[in-house]
Nanobody, 125 residues
């Protein structure tokens, strides 16, 4: 069974960058697409990025395109989310989760499983 552990969250200033990691254990992530979601206080969970297993093709929500970069290192069984030019509205708990093989055109959280614990990212001056 897949277990996901995220890391890399914290308190940062607007304009900073950080990289979140989603490390898999218990099973290879090679056959899964990995999605990143976030949930801000008082808001619904939002899918922000996904990377497919087949060719590594990425998906980004419109709200993060140009600032978020998703990548995966199959040798390390890990997926990364690079976030640049952080904004206060990026403040949220960030989660990674898996879906079989391909990212879906719309990221629906109920289609994903094996959720990680969700590190907090806080963007504040």
């Amino acid at each position: 069974q897949v277990q996901l552990v995220e890391s890399g969250g914290g308190l940062v200033q607007p304009g900073d960058s950080l990289r979140l990691s989603c490390a898999g254990s218990g099973s290879t992530l090679d056959y899964y697409a990995i999605g990143w979601f976030r949930q801000a206080p008082g808001k619904e969970r939002e899918g922000v990025s996904c990377i497919s297993s087949e060719d590594g093709s990425p998906y980004y929500a419109d709200s993060v395109t140009g600032r978020f970069t998703i990548s995966r290192d199959k040798a390390k069984n890990t997926v990364y989310l690079q976030i640049d030019s952080l904004k206060p509205e990026d403040t949220a708990v960030y989660y990674c989760a898996v879906v079989w093989r391909l990212c879906r055109p719309v990221m629906l959280d109920y289609e994903y499983g094996f959720w990680g614990q969700g590190p907090q990212v806080t963007v504040s001056s």
